[in-house]
């Protein structure tokens, strides 16, 4: 994740709680939030791409294909 994204989400989320933010600041802070939540679901879901579950009977399943077998 760039850490220019993370600074301007910290300084858009400070000055809205000190002085408030402008229409089009409001329009960014929404924009860079759904870009950063976007990376974050990313990461998240490779990660869930190495877990691994064991199941009952001792073998060991991929989560997303246990996840699969539950619904």
Do not use: C, H, W
């Amino acid at each position: 994740m760039e850490n220019k994204l993370l600074q301007r989400i910290n300084e858009l989320a400070k000055k809205k709680k000190t002085v408030g933010l402008t229409a089009d600041e409001l329009a960014e802070q929404k924009k860079l939030y759904k870009i950063y939540l976007g990376e974050i679901r990313t990461q998240f879901d490779k990660t869930l791409d190495n877990v691994s579950v064991k199941d009952k009977d001792g073998t060991v399943v991929p989560f997303k294909e246990m996840y699969k077998k539950k619904k």
